[in-house]
Protein backbone atom coordinates (compact mmCIF):
# COMPACT_ATOMS: atom_id res chain seq x y z
CA UNK A 1 0.00 0.00 0.00
CA UNK A 2 1.17 3.45 -0.68
CA UNK A 3 -0.02 6.92 -0.28
CA UNK A 4 -0.62 9.16 -2.98
CA UNK A 5 -0.69 12.94 -2.78
CA UNK A 6 -2.54 14.14 -5.57
CA UNK A 7 -3.88 18.34 -5.84
CA UNK A 8 -2.86 18.78 -2.53
CA UNK A 9 -4.56 15.92 -1.15
CA UNK A 10 -3.50 12.96 0.78
CA UNK A 11 -4.74 9.63 -0.05
CA UNK A 12 -4.03 7.08 2.46
CA UNK A 13 -3.52 3.35 1.99
CA UNK A 14 -3.57 3.13 -1.62
CA UNK A 15 -3.94 -0.63 -2.62
CA UNK A 16 -5.20 0.29 -6.44
CA UNK A 17 -5.19 3.06 -8.62
CA UNK A 18 -7.44 3.11 -11.82
CA UNK A 19 -6.17 5.23 -14.92
CA UNK A 20 -8.70 6.69 -17.90
CA UNK A 21 -6.45 6.07 -21.08
CA UNK A 22 -7.85 8.29 -23.54
CA UNK A 23 -6.33 11.65 -23.03
CA UNK A 24 -5.32 10.84 -19.32
CA UNK A 25 -2.38 8.54 -20.63
CA UNK A 26 -2.91 8.09 -24.08
CA UNK A 27 -2.75 11.76 -26.78
CA UNK A 28 -5.81 10.91 -28.26
CA UNK A 29 -6.51 14.67 -29.73
CA UNK A 30 -4.79 14.02 -33.23
CA UNK A 31 -6.67 10.40 -33.87
CA UNK A 32 -10.39 11.84 -33.21
CA UNK A 33 -9.55 14.63 -35.40
CA UNK A 34 -8.75 12.40 -38.11
CA UNK A 35 -11.44 9.95 -37.25
CA UNK A 36 -14.72 12.78 -37.18
CA UNK A 37 -12.86 13.97 -40.50
CA UNK A 38 -12.90 10.32 -41.97
CA UNK A 39 -16.63 10.10 -40.75
CA UNK A 40 -17.70 13.34 -42.25
CA UNK A 41 -15.84 12.38 -45.58
CA UNK A 42 -18.24 9.71 -46.17
CA UNK A 43 -21.54 10.86 -45.21
CA UNK A 44 -20.53 13.26 -47.73
CA UNK A 45 -19.69 10.93 -50.05
CA UNK A 46 -22.70 9.12 -49.95
CA UNK A 47 -25.26 12.08 -48.95
CA UNK A 48 -24.38 15.49 -50.30
CA UNK A 49 -24.80 18.21 -48.18
CA UNK A 50 -23.70 16.83 -45.08
CA UNK A 51 -19.71 16.94 -43.97
CA UNK A 52 -20.02 20.44 -42.94
CA UNK A 53 -23.16 19.76 -40.45
CA UNK A 54 -21.57 16.30 -39.22
CA UNK A 55 -18.63 18.60 -38.52
CA UNK A 56 -20.30 20.76 -36.43
CA UNK A 57 -22.25 18.11 -34.63
CA UNK A 58 -19.01 15.77 -34.01
CA UNK A 59 -17.95 19.65 -32.26
CA UNK A 60 -15.56 20.47 -34.83
CA UNK A 61 -15.43 24.85 -34.71
CA UNK A 62 -12.78 26.75 -36.83
CA UNK A 63 -10.15 26.62 -34.14
CA UNK A 64 -10.24 22.47 -34.70
CA UNK A 65 -11.99 20.08 -32.27
CA UNK A 66 -13.49 21.21 -28.67
CA UNK A 67 -12.54 19.31 -25.72
CA UNK A 68 -16.65 19.40 -24.85
CA UNK A 69 -18.08 18.57 -28.58
CA UNK A 70 -19.80 14.78 -28.94
CA UNK A 71 -16.81 13.50 -30.77
CA UNK A 72 -14.91 14.05 -27.28
CA UNK A 73 -17.37 13.18 -24.77
CA UNK A 74 -20.10 11.19 -26.26
CA UNK A 75 -20.09 7.54 -25.95
CA UNK A 76 -20.39 5.46 -29.49
CA UNK A 77 -24.26 5.61 -29.55
CA UNK A 78 -24.59 9.37 -29.09
CA UNK A 79 -22.32 9.95 -31.99
CA UNK A 80 -24.18 7.43 -34.29
CA UNK A 81 -27.11 9.40 -33.48
CA UNK A 82 -25.76 12.53 -33.78
CA UNK A 83 -24.28 11.98 -37.34
CA UNK A 84 -27.95 10.30 -37.95
CA UNK A 85 -29.08 13.72 -36.81
CA UNK A 86 -27.20 15.90 -38.93
CA UNK A 87 -27.96 13.96 -41.70
CA UNK A 88 -31.57 13.75 -40.96
CA UNK A 89 -31.50 17.28 -41.16
CA UNK A 90 -30.56 17.58 -44.35
CA UNK A 91 -33.92 15.63 -46.05
CA UNK A 92 -32.63 12.11 -45.19
CA UNK A 93 -35.38 9.86 -44.00
CA UNK A 94 -34.65 9.59 -39.99
CA UNK A 95 -34.44 5.72 -40.01
CA UNK A 96 -32.30 6.24 -43.51
CA UNK A 97 -30.02 8.50 -41.56
CA UNK A 98 -29.04 5.46 -38.62
CA UNK A 99 -28.20 3.36 -40.69
CA UNK A 100 -26.07 5.15 -43.08
CA UNK A 101 -24.34 6.78 -39.82
CA UNK A 102 -23.68 3.45 -38.35
CA UNK A 103 -22.17 2.06 -41.45
CA UNK A 104 -20.20 5.03 -42.18
CA UNK A 105 -19.03 4.86 -38.28
CA UNK A 106 -18.02 1.12 -39.18
CA UNK A 107 -15.80 2.45 -42.24
CA UNK A 108 -14.14 5.36 -40.42
CA UNK A 109 -13.03 3.18 -37.51
CA UNK A 110 -11.69 0.45 -40.57
CA UNK A 111 -9.84 3.88 -41.71
CA UNK A 112 -8.13 5.03 -38.71
CA UNK A 113 -7.28 1.39 -37.72
CA UNK A 114 -5.18 0.71 -35.30
CA UNK A 115 -6.10 3.33 -32.85
CA UNK A 116 -3.08 3.04 -31.02
CA UNK A 117 -0.65 4.45 -34.27
CA UNK A 118 -2.53 7.46 -33.73
CA UNK A 119 -2.71 7.90 -29.73
CA UNK A 120 0.78 7.56 -28.51
CA UNK A 121 1.27 8.06 -24.71
CA UNK A 122 1.41 11.95 -23.29
CA UNK A 123 4.52 12.87 -22.43
CA UNK A 124 6.09 11.72 -19.25
CA UNK A 125 3.32 8.97 -19.06
CA UNK A 126 6.02 5.93 -19.00
CA UNK A 127 8.09 7.33 -16.82
CA UNK A 128 5.56 7.57 -14.36
CA UNK A 129 3.70 4.14 -15.23
CA UNK A 130 7.07 2.30 -14.62
CA UNK A 131 7.22 4.24 -10.99
CA UNK A 132 3.85 3.60 -9.74
CA UNK A 133 4.32 0.06 -10.84
CA UNK A 134 7.03 -0.16 -8.77
CA UNK A 135 4.90 1.57 -5.67
CA UNK A 136 2.00 -0.26 -5.80
CA UNK A 137 0.81 -3.96 -7.84
CA UNK A 138 -2.59 -3.10 -9.02
CA UNK A 139 -3.11 -0.68 -12.03
CA UNK A 140 -6.26 -0.56 -13.92
CA UNK A 141 -6.50 0.84 -17.07
CA UNK A 142 -9.95 2.30 -17.77
CA UNK A 143 -11.17 2.65 -21.27
CA UNK A 144 -14.38 1.96 -22.74
CA UNK A 145 -13.39 0.13 -25.61
CA UNK A 146 -14.64 -3.67 -25.63
CA UNK A 147 -11.21 -5.05 -27.18
CA UNK A 148 -7.82 -3.46 -27.70
CA UNK A 149 -8.66 -2.52 -30.94
CA UNK A 150 -10.75 0.52 -31.50
CA UNK A 151 -14.30 -0.59 -31.02
CA UNK A 152 -15.41 2.91 -29.68
CA UNK A 153 -17.45 4.36 -27.21
CA UNK A 154 -14.35 6.66 -28.34
CA UNK A 155 -14.73 8.34 -30.35
Known amino acids: MVTVLCNGQRFL ?22 WGHSQAQLMQAR ?8 LRTLGFTAEGLTASGLLAVGNRQETIMGI ?23 IADRQCSPKATY ?4 PGVLDFLVRLRQAIQKIIK ?8 HDQNDP
Open 47 to 54: LPGTQEPV
Open 84 to 106: AAAAAMVGCPWMQAVDLARATTR
Open 13 to 34: NIEAIFLDKDGTLADVAAYLSR
Open 119 to 122: TPLL
Open 142 to 149: VTDEATGS
